[in-house]
């Protein structure tokens, strides 16, 4: 039954067209992960900074 499913789905245009915006929203995530993950000690600093002289 899944089988069957599964194969109707993915023969399909719509399907085909759902994985590829899903393929496309995982590799937009990834890539926003990665520069939060880089780039976030660096904003750390920058908004203690900024606290700091205003403070």
Not at 33 to 45: D, E, H, K, M, N
């Amino acid at each position: 039954m899944l089988r069957k499913h599964w194969k109707r789905f993915s023969e399909s245009k719509r399907g085909a067209t759902a994985i590829e915006y899903g393929l496309i929203a995982a590799g937009i995530a990834v890539v926003i992960a990665g520069s939060i993950a880089l780039l976030g000690p660096q904003l750390q600093t920058t908004f203690d900074t900024i606290t700091t002289a205003l403070g």
